[in-house]
DNA sequence: CATAATTCCTCTAGTAACTACAGGTTCAAG
DNA sequence: CTTGAACCTGTAGTTACTAGAGGAATTATG
């Protein structure tokens, strides 16, 4: 069958170094079906080609941007694809960008609350600590309300 | 024993409802010993104290601000000693401030490139779309470089 | 008061996205 | 041919919950 040469394949530790992916993160990916299995030794040990290494810099740069492992699946089988119109690869990349900003006003109101919870301490004592007073508190937020999906 | 008056007491859905908090979550919150055991009917149901609720309040607030379980520990247990020094709330929140600054700055920067990416894509084929594009390029981006905890 | 509906109980397993062993092979160098 | 490094599989741990099974207790209704 389709033996490729398994000469100048990569070994999975070759692989690591050169995108910085750790070894048991690309056995990982293989076994989500993100990375396609490699032909293997007679030892069974993985060689891959360039492609795989193509391949795992996508996933990596993907995942570095915060998209979702289901996300990246969707983007490998759009990739795989040229002649498919491009408007889902733009909704997955818009809904992202969508869920970032959402996390970065989040975190903006995060650090506000934050920032008055610690600037009110200055080595005093617990009993007049703003830091456990504020939590203490509940009239400022939301409980109880509804929780809600925080975006940590 | 001190067998408190269970009347007047609190069942766990009325603390649900009372904090917004699941009743599995209390639940789960007692497992992992931020609350404390409360009282039980003959039955072995859960009978909590208006304390109970104020202290759930408490956490909920903390994780709320991102807080981590562990820090809330801490927060908890500084809080109980009152006439202890607060450097150590202090520091927790000025940690917690630190922290979700940095996920602020690294999701302005995805914020950034998300946009770049999506904005060059308006309905042509996969082919030259922008989003795949940039992803399979890895020029720009850390890869391979080390990888780092990313924020989400 | 009897029964039905609701709430509660414990325990286990599942989620995301890896990371970290343990205990054993295989490979490449000397 | 013998090390020692790299590799293998498989399982369990991480964080902070969430969901479900299967059954008991409580509360509401007739």
Redesign the interface.
Known sequence: MATTTLERAYSIGKVS??????VETIRFYEQIGLLPEPERTEGKQRRYLASHI?RL??I???????FSVEAVRE?LK??A???????Q??E???A??AA??A??AR??D??E???R??DG?????????R??E?????GA???????YD?G?
Do not use: N, W, Y
Request: hydrophobic letters at 40%.
């Open positions: 170094e050169a995108t910085g992916c750790k193509d810099r996508f990596l740069h993907a995942r570095d941007l915060g983007l759009l990739a694809d040229p002649s498919a119109p491009c408007e690869a733009d997955i990349a818009r992202q960008l970032v900003r996390k970065i975190l903006m995060l650090a609350e934050l920032e919870v610690a301490c200055h080595g005093g004592r617990i009993a007049d600590c830091v456990i504020v939590l203490a508190e509940h937020c939301s409980h109880g309300g509804a929780r925080d940590r």
